[in-house]
């Protein structure tokens, strides 16, 4: 008996690769519905070899749904995901809307598994913020030998994490600039084709971002909240992959050496690090794969027990979709969830 799984924001970027990666991985599954807002109903999407028509979340009956993959943005999810767990439906939340609640885990299941068994509290579960997810992949085994003391991140993030928005803009103003074309800019601030914006959501009263901010946030209740973080997130000309560079300041000694020799072992991490010309990865050679990506690991000579990695990966698969579903999968292989028509 499989599970039946409900996506709601099924006609968007995470949405579309929501459901690709639950036919790639073959999750148990009885039935899979789309969902997402009434101006969208009917339109067609595909899963596996399947097409699904959209049908209409406000309308939708979740009373013998077991899991749905919310992925419709944050307001929304603020409305409907404490009804949807109210009808006995889990939710796995990829928005900011839930992640900071004490009552719902934020979850990166090779990182914090243990966590999960707090989604009682709400029927909900949060994913994390894209540039979280990767960061703390690379980070947790590190931290599990030498405790992590400090972090200064800088992020390189593509324009698919403004969505499909964010994605059409970059490809309108690139032909704009060949052809000779006026540039206009809606979804970033300042234009992006052959740029970068140090911006990336609203500013807060400290200077900071609302994304520099999650960063900070996410990293301490997954990971540690004795680390000190710091972070600028800055977005830049790519459509898909978000890079980041990271210096780390540890409590305990660890050369650049032991480290690649702990990231190679790591669940969910593949170290490519080679001091040679193109030994490295780039968020161009990521799109597409699963795993969270790990270069130029060297120590920092200017402060004790100090190293430098670069991080890539896939934003809308381990940053998002594949995320959530990894997720969902974490609940069947736990048993913390049966099919409801088992029942």
Not at 263 to 273: S, T
Not at 286 to 300: L, N, V
Request: charged share 25%; aromatic share 6%.
């Amino acid at each position: 008996m499989g599970f039946k799984i409900a996506i709601a924001g099924a006609t968007g970027n995470v949405g579309r690769e929501m459901l690709n990666i639950l036919s790639e991985r073959a999750f148990p599954v009885s039935e899979v519905v789309a969902l997402a807002s009434s101006r969208s109903v009917g339109t067609e999407v595909s899963f596996g070899d399947k097409t699904l028509k959209v049908k209409n979340l406000e309308t939708y009956d979740f009373s013998d749904t077991d899991i749905c993959l919310m992925s419709a943005g944050g307001t929304v999810s603020k409305k409907w995901s404490p009804k949807i767990g109210a009808q006995g439906c889990i939710v796995i939340d990829n928005s900011s809307a839930w992640r900071y609640d004490a009552d719902v885990p934020l979850i990166v299941p090779e990182v914090n598994p243990d966590a999960i068994s707090g989604y009682t509290k709400r029927n909900i579960i949060a994913n994390p913020n894209c540039s979280t997810a990767q960061l703390v992949v690379a980070l947790k085994p590190l931290h599990d030998h030498a405790k992590i003391k400090r972090l200064v991140v800088s992020t390189y993030q593509s324009v698919s994490g403004a969505g499909k928005d964010g994605m059409d803009e970059l490809f309108n103003q690139t032909r704009a600039v060949f052809v000779a074309d006026p540039i206009s800019s809606q979804k970033f601030t300042k234009r992006i084709a052959f740029n970068v914006i140090p911006h990336i959501d609203d500013f807060m009263e400290d200077g900071y971002t609302k994304e520099e901010w999650k960063v900070l946030a996410e990293t301490k209740k997954m990971l540690d909240p004795k680390i000190k973080v710091t972070c600028t997130a800055v977005r830049v000309p790519v459509f898909i992959g978000h890079s980041e560079s990271v210096n780390i300041e540890f409590e305990n000694e660890i050369t650049a050496d032991e480290a690649r020799d702990i990231l190679r072992d790591a669940p969910g991490c593949q170290v490519i690090d080679k001091h040679e010309d193109g030994g490295y990865i780039t968020p161009y050679e990521c799109a597409g794969e699963d795993a969270t990506f790990i270069s130029r690991i060297r120590e920092d000579a200017t402060v004790e027990n100090g190293l430098n990695i670069w991080i890539v990966s896939d934003n809308l698969r381990k940053g998002a979709a594949l995320n959530t579903i990894q997720i969902a999968e974490l609940m069947v292989n736990r048993r913390l969830i049966k099919p409801r028509a088992e029942a």
